[in-house]
């Protein structure tokens, strides 16, 4: 059974259900993905069965990028988001990340691709965009916000990113909407992830950190009153796999 999500003071975080110094928390976040880097993406795979894939195909549905657009992929790592984006419209997108472990990765990953233009790493934090105000027609963020140390922080930096009328779309794990799903979901999440996560990244505990981290995330509603009290406006979302993943999207009024 999952424990109960708790709450941070001010001046803290909480990493998984621990509560830390900021700057502790995000040197521990950094590590983190500093360890799972070479393999993050191969670990999306199997512990979502793929699903992963088809939620960002539809994040990117939603945002219907269009040419000539300036996007910030916030948290964006190895940019498999920023990539997708690029292949339905001839956009300028910066993936923003505070791991250059996986910054490196995402490079290497787009040099692969055969894509050498429109793309742009840069390490940044998403409480402090490193970023001009007001320059971006969109900003996305796929599994990063609940990762972030100051959330309230890095919604008002999307939204100063942001142009007047711009949108942010983000995409998380959620709560299940089936009561029947939740048991499934903390035995999947506590006693397989662990051990998958051990077995390929080589690291039990950055995954069971992980698995934490969703319990202690806002639910639907509550991220969306979030949202709204960093100024945006329109603020929806959609569940996805009956709640597992929700998206929400949100305008820069």
Known sequence: MAKKPGTAEAGEALFGFRKLGAEEHAERVRGVFAAVAPRYDLMNDLMSGGLHRVWK???????????????????????????????????????????????????????????LSGIRFVAGRAEALPFRSGGADACTVAFGLRNVTDRAAALGEARRVLKPGGRLLCLEFSRPV??????????????????????????????????????????????????????????????????????HSAWRT
Do not use: H, K
């Open 178 to 247: 089936a009561a029947a799903l939740r048991p499934l979901y903390d035995a999947y999440s506590y006693a397989i992830l662990p051990r998958l996560g051990a077995a390929v990244a080589g690291d039990a505990g950055a995954y069971r950190y992980l698995a934490d981290s969703i319990r202690t995330f806002p639910d639907q509603e509550a991220l969306a009153e979030e949202f709204r009290a960093a100024g945006f406006g329109a603020v929806r979302y959609r569940n996805l796999s009956a709640g597992i993943a929700a998206l």
């Open 57 to 115: 195909a539809l994040m990117i549905d939603w945002l219907d990028p269009r040419p000539g657009w300036t996007v910030i992929d916030i948290a964006g790592g190895t940019g498999d988001v920023a990539r997708g984006i690029l292949r339905r419209a001839d956009v300028e997108i910066v993936v923003c990340d505070p791991s250059v472990e996986m910054l490196e990765v995402g490079i290497d990953r787009t040099v692969d691709s055969g894509r």
